[in-house]
């Protein structure tokens, strides 16, 4: 999705839901061709491990036991070599295949530790499975006979691993990353809301760039550009340009300001898809949504205010009700579900758009302030 922030840090996502599921159903078919006819002691290692225990051992079919030890070997972001003692091993292992199950391997320490606990245990043996390895920092010679994902030294968390005890919930892995700088805010809402009017303010007000893809287009039919031939059918009827084509175009726009403090994007993202591709690429730079901010104003006041600008706008798609109604539908169908797409991220704020322009701007900045 996009960059969160976990105590002081920031963190992208880097390895997704599916892969993990992926990864620990190959996990689960080799130790299944190994140990299918016994009945292994499967010890995942708390606290990191109880979500990788708990999806692996939900996937395994044949008789197994489930256990869990305490050992802890973290303290902030660096693996600090000390190992907290052992608590948990209260069965009688003699003569059992026991499995370990790690949430992750880097340097090994932990790993010798529990070679050594087990040691005298008198088991059958010892199988070691880690669902992240990073092997680039693993110094020791011991065996790890199952891997999940190999991955490069990078602090992570998520699926079970935290960083200072936050960050254990979430369903995907986040790797570090750098503190976001700049001030990126969706400036929303239906046409004629008054997008373009606050974000012509709010730009010099807070040294941002902004971006408006109709204007954009209209720039490109104007100059009759490829681009803008492309895009004059769709606009004409009030219908949305092709994600494709609107996507490319708004990252070309973006990149012509790289030293940028930040962006308003006024009519972007208009689907569920410019929303993901825009948080990707944002990501690609280290950059995020701070917010969306939308303008609240009912259907009817909208619909007055269009066919009033269109009376000297010179926009076609002003000047004719059942074109509005239909940029309208576009909204309705394609572009409103937005709000949870941000809500969901807990970045959507909505405002009165109803008022004098000089009273809106003040209600939108007390959100940009925050943001
Ligand atoms: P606007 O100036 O934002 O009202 O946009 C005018 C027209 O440009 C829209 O009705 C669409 O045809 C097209 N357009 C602007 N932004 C987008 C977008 N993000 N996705 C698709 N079409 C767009």
Redesign the pocket.
């Given at each position: 999705m996009s960059i969160i922030k976990l105590h002081d840090k920031y963190f992208k996502k880097f390895i997704t839901e599916n892969q993990i599921e992926n990864a620990i159903s190959l996990l689960v078919k080799q130790v299944s061709e190994d140990l299918k006819d016994e009945t292994p002691i499967f010890i995942g290692i708390l606290n990191g491990s109880f979500m990788f225990v708990a999806d692996f051992v939900r996937k395994y079919n044949y008789n197994c036991e489930v256990s869990f030890v305490k050992l802890s070997s973290y303290n902030g972001t660096n693996s600090t070599g000390k190992i907290k003692q052992l608590v948990g091993v209260n069965e009688d292992l003699e003569g059992r295949t026991v499995v370990i199950l790690e949430d992750i391997i880097d340097t090994g320490n932990t790993l010798q530790e529990i070679y050594e606990i087990f040691k005298d245990k008198k088991l059958k043996q010892l199988k070691i499975a880690t669902l992240f390895f990073k092997p680039d920092v693993f110094k020791k010679e011991l065996p790890i006979d199952y891997i999940g994902i190999s991955i490069p030294d990078k602090f992570i968390v998520g699926y079970g691993l935290d960083y200072d005890n936050l960050g254990r919930n979430l369903a995907d892995i986040y790797q570090l990353t750098t503190e976001p700088k700049m001030k990126n805010i969706v400036l929303f809402g239906p046409?004629?809301a008054g997008?373009?009017t606050q974000a012509d303010l709010l730009k010099v007000k807070y040294n941002l760039e902004h971006i408006?893809?109709?204007?954009?287009?209209?720039y490109n039919i104007k100059n009759e550009t490829e681009l803008g031939k492309l895009?004059k059918s769709?606009?004409?009827?009030?219908?949305?340009?092709?994600?494709n084509?609107?996507?490319d175009m708004?990252k070309a726009e973006v990149d012509k300001t790289p030293d940028a403090n930040g962006f308003i994007f006024?009519?972007?993202?208009?689907?569920e898809s410019?929303a993901s591709a825009l948080d990707e690429f944002l990501e690609e730079k280290g950059e995020t949504i701070s917010g969306m901010v939308a303008l609240e104003v009912p259907e009817d006041l909208l619909v007055e205010r269009l066919l009033e600008r269109g009376k000297t706008s010179g926009?076609a798609?002003d000047q004719d009700e059942s074109k509005i109604r239909n940029?309208f539908n576009?909204y309705n169908t394609k572009?409103a579900i937005l709000k949870d797409y941000y809500q969901t991220q807990n970045k959507y704020f909505g405002v009165n758009g109803v008022g004098a322009i000089s009273e809106i701007t003040e209600r939108l900045s007390e959100v940009f302030d925050k943001l």
């Open positions: 046409p004629g997008k373009g408006s893809t109709g204007e954009v287009f209209r895009a769709f606009m004409d009827k009030g219908d949305l340009v092709p994600d084509v609107t996507i708004l006024d009519g972007f993202p208009r689907t410019q926009r798609d940029r576009e572009t």
